[in-house]
């Protein structure tokens, strides 16, 4: 049997692996899958801020944020509930869902590149998982 080094290192006997090349890429990947993971279950930012009634203390406001802090933490389903809200309140978004973005395809075309895919194959395969799930 034959090894042929395709990465010559200087400080290592094998070289440089196609795995090695792309643990930062895996990592980083990794970690952008966690933290969508974790927009999910709790987010960093608050989804929506909505405003008190201009008469209501302090106490009062406190209180109510932590009535709607607790009623919609927890299950799914009961987040999706109707919410019955101060008078002239106001909802304001702070963030969009971001599922998939072109740095997501980046690191993938990364690690197929280094494994020595074609990246036309994870194209092909996503495609083919889209059609599947309409």
């Given at each position: 049997?034959?090894?042929?080094r395709?990465?010559?290192r200087?400080?290592?006997?094998?070289?440089?692996?196609?795995?090695?090349?792309?643990?930062?890429?895996a990592k980083?990947w990794?970690?952008?899958?966690?933290?969508?993971?974790?927009?999910y279950d709790?987010?960093?930012?608050?989804?929506g801020?909505?405003?008190?009634?201009?008469?209501?203390?302090?106490?009062?406001?406190?209180?109510?944020?932590d009535?709607?802090n607790v009623?919609l933490?927890?299950?799914?389903?009961?987040?999706k509930?109707v919410?019955?809200?101060?008078?002239?309140s106001k909802f304001?978004?702070?963030?969009?869902?971001?599922?998939?973005d072109?740095?997501?395809?980046?690191?993938?075309r990364?690690?197929?590149?280094?494994l020595?895919?074609?990246a036309?194959?994870?194209?092909e395969?996503?495609?083919?998982?889209?059609?599947?799930h309409?």
């Amino acid at each position: 049997m034959l090894f042929r080094r395709r990465n010559v290192r200087t400080n290592k006997l094998y070289g440089f692996s196609h795995v090695e090349q792309i643990v930062v890429t895996a990592k980083t990947w990794l970690a952008r899958q966690a933290s969508n993971l974790e927009y999910y279950d709790a987010g960093s930012v608050p989804d929506g801020f909505l405003s008190a009634h201009k008469d209501w203390t302090t106490q009062e406001i406190k209180l109510y944020d932590d009535l709607m802090n607790v009623r919609l933490s927890g299950q799914i389903a009961e987040r999706k509930k109707v919410v019955i809200t101060p008078w002239d309140s106001k909802f304001t978004q702070t963030k969009q869902v971001a599922l998939m973005d072109p740095f997501d395809e980046w690191l993938a075309r990364i690690a197929v590149f280094r494994l020595q895919r074609a990246a036309y194959a994870l194209r092909e395969a996503d495609e083919q998982g889209h059609r599947r799930h309409r």
